[in-house]
């Protein structure tokens, strides 16, 4: 029912900070909880950060302290503040609602690659 597209990934440096967008087309989005995922080659998809529609939020410790998810519902749009960026969080990286993750449905994704 609501379509996701991530945007804002790219190439950044050790110790770098990157913010991913996450525009949703629903009109209903500030009904959903909504969460950051991400992927890197061979490995499994793990679950980052989510929110409610309330705001309340919750962090994988891999990201704790240095992610920040957040939402502006009047915007339809979710966002990943991502600081002190190591290598390991290379991935591709995707936004998403519980129905859509039970129901095996993702978006595009946006690479994010940390390297020197």
């Known amino acids: 029912q609501v379509q996701l597209v991530e945007s804002g990934g790219g190439l950044v440096q050790p110790g770098g900070s990157l913010r991913l967008s996450c525009a949703a087309s629903g009109s209903i989005f500030n009904i959903y909880t909504m969460g950051w995922y991400r992927q890197a080659p061979g490995k499994q998809r793990e679950l980052l950060a989510t929110i409610t529609s309330g705001g309340i939020t919750n962090y994988a410790d891999s990201v704790k302290g240095r992610f920040t998810i957040s939402r502006d519902n009047a915007k339809n749009t979710v966002y990943l503040q991502m600081n002190s960026l190591k290598p390991e969080d290379t991935a591709v990286y995707y936004c998403?609602?519980?129905?859509?993750?039970?129901?095996?449905?993702w978006g595009q994704g946006t690479q994010v690659t940390v390297s020197s």
């Open positions: 998403n609602t519980p129905g859509r993750v039970t129901y095996g449905t």
